[in-house]
């Protein structure tokens, strides 16, 4: 198994563009995450999904969309990129909520919006 | 909204010594981990905490949990360099979906 991966690792934007940093497992998760994470601030959760066709806002959703068309892709998009959304984001992935439900996390793009 | 804070955020420590790292939680929670991180690159989990007088222990890491005092400890044993690293505790909200709520991190560096 592949875990999760992400794609691009690395992404220089300027102000204004738009991209969709993607995401993908192979543990036949029904549970994904985005996060971004900021010096000092710990990890913050963007959106997330409780399965294909679900998503909902986490505790910094603006200026990111989401969509969850299949169990495997959960790709994060970005409208018009400001220079507030430089950060490191990382996708993270969970069986389900039962039990120990742990989660296991991508290894993350670095993003710099200029 | 449930707050997750670490302390302290920074510890500088000799390899040998004992420490701990704390990690208070403001509402009652389902779950908490332990992860770290090396620098540049991903979270790699510890330890899965899933009730009130949990304790996990591997290697010269052990994690306990008090769901009454809101308060999980990471306690380092004759600290070696190798663990040298950003823990961070993370506390599962599953009332509200599949929400994880991360602290702030600590940035341990062991000292030889």
């Known amino acids: 198994n592949a875990g999760v991966t992400q794609t691009p690792k690395f992404q220089v934007l300027k102000t204004g563009q738009s991209m969709t940093l993607q995401c993908a497992q192979d543990?036949?998760?029904?549970?994904m995450s985005w996060y971004r994470q900021d010096p000092g601030m710990g990890l913050r959760l963007i959106h997330y999904?409780?399965?294909?066709?679900?998503?909902d806002q986490g505790e910094v959703p603006n200026g990111y969309n989401v969509s969850r068309s299949t169990t495997e892709d959960f790709p994060l998009r970005l409208l018009s990129a400001a220079p507030s959304q430089t950060s490191v984001y990382f996708c993270?992935?969970?069986?389900?909520?039962?039990?120990?439900?742990?989660?296991?996390f991508g290894p993350g793009t670095r993003l710099t919006v200029l | 909204e449930l707050k997750v804070e670490q302390n302290p955020l920074f510890l500088s420590m000799q390899e040998g010594k004992n420490y701990t790292i704390y990690c208070n939680y403001s509402t009652t929670s389902d779950r908490l981990y332990w992860y770290r991180q090396d620098p540049g690159k991903s979270l790699e989990s510890l330890f899965v905490?899933?009730?009130?007088?949990a304790v996990k222990q591997e290697g010269r890491l052990m994690a306990s949990l008090d769901t009454k005092a809101r308060l999980s400890t990471l306690h380092i044993t004759a600290a070696v360099h190798d663990l040298s690293a950003t823990y961070f505790c993370?506390?599962?909200?599953?009332?509200?979906?599949?929400?994880?709520?991360f602290g702030t991190g600590t940035s341990l560096t062991v000292i030889p």
């Open positions: 999904s409780v399965g294909a066709g679900i998503t």
């Open positions: 905490l899933l009730s009130n007088g």
């Open positions: 993270a992935s969970r069986l389900g909520l039962a039990g120990a439900s742990e989660q296991f």
């Open positions: 543990m036949n998760h029904e549970y």
């Open positions: 993370a506390v599962d909200m599953t009332n509200t979906g599949n929400q994880f709520y």
